[in-house]
């Protein structure tokens, strides 16, 4: 069996993350698979690119550009939404001609556009989507947030000032016409995303299944910590909690929370707080260095997977006070290192993280019950309980022969249906 999986980066961005570590689970255990890239960083023989050109980015800043004016010449929302209006015709190159699957994950920003999909659904290939967040079931959002109208029809999405031209109901219609005709397969991450997808028209007829992110859990392991404490400059004196994001100033993200949490430790519990310090890893991270009322250690953002997983050994906590996300690579590999996580109830993350067994799920955007979570992970002697618990528990789950068995009965499946 041949899998092409196609994904717009090859490692930028917890989709390219998530896809290249799919690519090599697969090829380790059976799959013949290749991964088809826009942007590609390294010279992987199992990763090809698009033909480059300047035409690329060009095509980026004119869907930019679309939208831009949509909204009014306002910039707002201009990230949290696309049109794929300009793209690349993948279905003449020899990696698309000789595959039996095509596996779509993040194919958004200029990589792909409605016609290129079209093409690929209309080659009579089977395709399974990998949907890592909700563009692939609703009309032009990542994430619907509040709005429930991709559950009938997307018109005049919220997240753009009313126009002329309706993108989102255009686009939704577009969707139901292409998927009408074919067996497609659809993957959430986690079962939240499955969840949602159910409840679009454009999965109705269609397969709905939830399979999770894969990882190699032989480089993310439990290591000495004082070890990883040192390699990294970091103090041995203290608990460290680890908080990261591509960008720390995304408010999705939720450092505000984190913020609160940490102001109400040293307020009501100021003999632990003296002892914590708080680990900030990615872009922007400087920005939040003065906001937080602990002592704070900024690390750049890696791309080393043994780099950050020394990081993850390095910290007695993770915490993550995201407030919209799927199935975080973050909470896989703190827990494949035998690191506790601290999450709020929302999303795929209690689906992670199993409450008071190998973490704490806080209640959404309570920063006090966030508070009280890491406080209770850290009480003497429960630490190491937890860390162990959420290595077996990513083992379990998350481990690359369990999640490529699963993605083989998928393919499998398509290939059967389509014919």
Not at 50 to 60: A, G, T
Not at 162 to 175: C, E, N
Not at 256 to 261: D, P
Not at 314 to 342: H, K
Request: contains cysteine; neutral net charge; proline residues 3%.
């Amino acid at each position: 069996m041949r899998v092409l999986i196609v994904n717009t980066a090859e490692r930028t961005g917890g989709a390219a993350i998530a896809a290249n570590r799919l690519l090599h689970a697969l090829n380790h255990n059976g799959v013949e698979a290749r991964m088809l890239v826009r942007d590609r960083k390294t010279d992987d023989d199992a990763v090809v690119s698009i033909p480059q050109s300047w035409r690329l980015k060009s095509k980026f800043l004119w869907e930019r550009g679309v939208i831009w004016l949509a909204n009014g010449l306002n910039k707002r929302s201009i990230f949290q939404i696309d049109i794929a209006n300009a793209g690349t015709d993948i279905t003449k190159m020899d990696d698309f001609i000789q595959a039996d699957v095509i596996h779509l994950h993040w194919i958004n920003q200029g990589f792909l556009s409605m016609a290129d999909l079209e093409r690929i659904f209309n080659s009579g290939k089977p395709v399974v989507i990998t949907m890592h967040d909700q563009w692939h079931f609703t009309g032009v959002c990542h994430y619907s947030g509040k709005c429930g109208k991709y559950r009938t029809q997307c018109s005049h999405c919220p997240m753009l000032k009313r126009s002329v031209i309706d993108l989102a109901r255009r686009i939704f219609d577009r969707k139901r016409a292409m998927y009408k005709d074919h067996n497609v397969t659809f993957v959430g991450c986690s079962r939240w995303m499955a969840d949602l997808a159910r409840m679009s028209p454009l999965t109705s007829g269609h397969t709905v299944v939830n399979v999770p992110n894969a990882i190699d859990t032989d480089v993310f392991t439990p290591a000495d910590k004082m070890e990883a404490r040192k390699r990294h400059n970091l103090p041995v004196d203290k608990q460290l909690l680890l908080f990261g994001a591509q960008r720390i100033t995304d408010k999705r993200k939720g450092f505000r929370y984190l913020k609160e949490a940490c102001g109400h430790l040293v307020h009501n519990r100021p003999e632990m707080s003296d002892k914590l310090g708080v680990v900030v890893l990615g872009g922007d991270a400087e920005k939040v260095k003065s906001a937080l009322p602990l002592p704070v250690y900024t690390v750049d953002y890696m791309s080393n997977e043994a780099e950050i997983a020394s990081l993850y050994n390095a910290v007695d906590l993770f915490v993550t006070p995201s407030l919209q996300d799927n199935l975080p690579n973050t909470i896989v590999e703190a827990m494949s290192c035998g690191t506790p996580c601290v999450g709020f109830d929302v999303g795929g993350i209690p689906e992670m993280i199993n409450h008071q067994q190998d973490g704490y799920v806080a209640r959404y955007r309570d920063s006090i019950d966030f508070a009280t979570g890491i406080a209770w992970c850290l009480e003497d002697g429960r630490h190491e309980t937890l860390g162990a618990a959420a290595r077996t528990a990513a083992l379990a789950t998350y481990g690359e022969s369990a999640v490529a068995h699963r993605y083989q009965e998928v393919y499998q499946s398509a290939i059967t249906k389509n014919h």
